[in-house]
């Protein structure tokens, strides 16, 4: 079974506080991702990252940074925490099989920015 | 960017009774996956359905797709209360990004 972790499942920051998030997937995906998730918004993709060191921006990149230095590990990074940062983060990573992608989650982290 | 859009947001039924929900889209689609998620937890998947199929059944689940109405459905037979959760649609075009809908919160009263 695929695995996908991320570090803290709860976690409380202060802001200005810089945060570091992180994953990893033990199947030796070449995609990983980031999304928020907020009541109402549903999933809104942070960043993606398609290989090692390679990474792209996704839909609401402002305020984050991600880092990919090795395949399994995918961290997101909060320079500076605001409070509109509390939100939930899942990371995912991605296998193509049969024709098409499909996703793997973790049990994502509830951030609280205060 | 295209999102799907699931309907209704919320939906609360008794056990054994059926729960159907919609999922709406806006550009041409490679397939259409739905996942579960289970509160406080990541997303599980369910089932996808390609653009040239138009219905697809596993156990208990049946998806529809109507590529020219862009819109797809997931129905869920004999509910149990186990099926609680959120379920999202989410798109594939052709890249290795899914597009994710808002989701479809159900609620399942024993």
């Known amino acids: 079974d695929v695995k996908v972790t991320q570090s803290s499942r709860y976690l409380v920051k202060r802001t200005g506080e810089k945060v570091f998030l992180e994953c990893v997937q033990d199947?030796?995906?070449?995609?990983m991702f980031w999304y928020r998730q907020d009541p109402g918004l549903g999933l809104r993709l942070i960043y993606f990252?398609?290989?090692?060191?390679?990474?792209e921006k996704g839909d609401i990149p402002e305020g984050y940074s991600v880092s990919r230095e090795k395949k399994e590990r995918f961290s997101l990074i909060l320079e500076s925490a605001s409070t509109n940062q509390t939100s939930m983060y899942l990371c995912a990573s991605s296998l193509r099989r049969e024709g098409r992608w499909e996703q793997f989650f973790g049990p994502g982290t509830r951030l609280t920015v205060l | 960017s295209q999102q799907g859009e699931e309907d209704p947001q919320a939906l609360s039924i008794q056990e054994g009774e059926n729960a159907t929900m919609n999922c709406s889209y806006k550009?041409?689609?490679?397939?259409l996956q739905w996942y579960r998620q289970n509160s406080g937890r990541g997303l599980v998947h369910l089932i996808l359905i390609r653009s040239n199929e138009r219905e697809k059944h596993s156990g208990r689940l049946r998806v529809t797709l109507d590529t020219s109405k862009k819109s797809s459905s997931l129905l869920i037979t004999a509910s149990r209360a186990a099926d609680t959760a959120s379920y999202f649609c989410a798109t594939e075009g052709g890249s290795e990004k899914l597009v994710f809908g808002k989701g479809t919160k159900l609620t399942v009263n024993p």
């Open positions: 990252s398609y290989d090692v060191k390679m990474k």
């Open positions: 199947m030796d995906h070449e995609n």
């Open positions: 550009t041409s689609i490679n397939n």
